[in-house]
């Protein structure tokens, strides 16, 4: 790995932001709906005023709750060599990759053509994520093909049959999360089983600025159950729910995430959580948000810095363009990719993501997964010792320059990672021209082969039909048809 990651902040300006993040959580705090979440933070010392439902955190609430949170810990796959560990470092510990959630339509960036996601699409994307070596976490889609009510907890079940990868589960309500927790043990082997071996993330939403609704707290009370790790996505749209200066949106968003620590830690101690500032901003000239532009990159790289600073693991989904315009998307994701990763990142979300998270694209998910290649390579860094100096080499050399004949070359050529592409093409010109195929091509053809050639081995079928019987029951107690 490289010796630093890049650092935009000095020691006293983060000093800065968290002394002025706690001024808030102590002077404005947080707005929290439940009774029950007041009465156990004013228990843990936290001032309340029930009225009002605002909850004032002190400095040694926040200090108590970052001794408290896990700093590292390990997602699952439906089945053990797609574990990995989260909040580690150090040697070839790369970040994870998650491709983007909750998106409703699908976009094919060879035709140009796009059509609401169905529920074959989330199988499909499963399959395909399985069968990509660097994506880690397959985040549920949204399909506009089924019943409303149980949507989450079919897309949940067809995704588990489908691939083995770590699945960040979103869910609509408490109620709907009760039956995909139930999905979620099944698969584990029980529920002892996914509290060791969470085969699923989950989420907990703060609506910017800091306050929690109701059901928020009841799904983290069910997450608590089973210590699955939550996402609590930090959702601040610089100069509309949050300051228009972009050290104030650092300030309210990190008093957030300072908060929402408490919030958690207190609730369920110990549960797994990241630092995820999912950042926008306010474009006041056209009136919508935009997921990536140059203070977007600037606030989210503070706040992975923030992130390191409280010992935290830090994510944010960067990879999230702003639009189709698919030469657009290649630049807003290779610049926001490489920043990030250099930043030292835990996690990567927004894989394959288009239109601010609103569109997917499988061919996409593709070449990202050649990108998430590029940044590893560069987080690699730099072998340096005596023999790779190679003093000796050049002095040898003499100003020759033959080194593809030197022994040294020979001895490093497989021993000194490279960074080698099958999609990205090198060709000069007119060698191009006599096969003119595109990266979107290539795409295309590697997509191809998965879907054909890659084998996901089924559930057995005991558990397919718990599963089934599970979202029957959900169907029917929901109220859809069944």
């Excluded at 989950?202 to 089973?226: K, N, Q, S, T």
């Excluded at 935290?312 to 990879?319: D, E, G, M």
Aim: charge should be negative; hydrophobic fraction near 40%.
């Amino acid at each position: 790995m490289i010796d630093n990651f890049f650092d935009m902040l000095t020691d006293e300006k983060l000093g800065q932001i968290h002394e002025a993040s706690l001024i808030v959580l102590e002077k404005t705090g947080l707005r929290i709906d439940p009774p029950l979440a007041l009465e156990k933070l004013a228990a843990a010392g936290a001032r309340v005023d029930k009225a009002r439902q605002r909850v004032y955190l002190s400095s040694d609430l926040v200090e108590q709750a970052l001794k408290t949170v896990p700093k590292s810990f390990t997602c699952a796959g439906r089945t053990p060599e797609f574990d990995f560990p989260v909040g580690k470092t150090g040697k070839d510990l790369m970040p994870s990759f998650r491709t983007v959630g909750g998106a409703i339509n699908l976009y094919h960036l060879g035709t140009d053509r796009v059509h609401p996601i169905g529920i074959k699409d989330c199988g499909e994307m499963a399959h395909l994520v399985d069968g990509l070596e660097n994506i880690n976490i397959l985040g549920a889609l949204t399909p506009q093909d089924i019943q409303l009510e149980t949507y989450d907890i079919e897309t949940l079940k067809v995704m588990l049959e489908n691939g083995r990868k770590h699945i960040w589960a979103l869910t609509t309500d408490s109620k709907n999360l009760r039956y995909q927790l139930e999905m979620m043990s099944a698969v584990a082997g029980g529920s002892a089983a996914l509290c060791k071996r969470p085969v699923c993330s989950g989420i907990v939403c703060m609506i910017a600025p800091l306050y929690f609704p109701f059901d928020e707290i009841e799904r983290l009370l069910l997450y608590g159950e089973y210590n699955l790790p939550v996402r609590v996505p930090l959702t601040p749209i610089i100069g509309a729910n949050a300051p228009y200066t972009l050290a104030g949106t650092l300030t309210q968003t990190n008093a957030e995430a300072l908060g929402s620590l408490v919030v958690l830690q207190t609730l369920c101690p110990k549960i797994p959580t990241w630092y995820y500032a999912l950042i926008q901003s306010m474009d006041m000239a056209r009136g919508h948000t935009q997921f990536v532009n140059p203070e977007v990159m600037l606030v989210e790289t503070a706040h992975l810095q923030l992130a390191r600073y409280y010992g935290l693991p830090a994510a944010t989904s960067p990879v999230m363009g702003n639009t189709c315009q698919t030469l657009q998307n290649m630049f807003e994701k290779g610049t926001s990719l490489t920043m990030t990763a250099l930043a030292g990142i835990n996690e990567v979300g927004g894989v394959g993501g288009m239109e601010n998270g609103l569109i997917t694209s499988p061919e996409l998910v593709v070449i990202e997964n050649e990108m998430i290649d590029y940044a590893k390579r560069l987080l690699k860094g730099i072998d340096i010792n005596a023999e790779t100096l190679a003093a000796e080499v050049i002095i040898r050399d003499d100003h020759r320059g033959k080194y593809l004949e030197d022994p040294h070359t020979f001895q490093h050529l497989r021993k000194e990672a490279r960074f080698k592409p099958s999609l990205f093409d090198t060709r000069p010109l007119l060698a191009w021209q006599k096969d003119p195929k595109t990266i979107i091509d290539r795409a295309e053809e590697k997509m191809a082969a998965i879907m054909k050639d890659h084998s996901v081995p089924p559930l057995e079928e005991k558990l397919t039909l718990e599963l089934n019987q599970i979202l029957k029951t959900a169907k029917r107690d929901l109220g859809g048809s069944v």
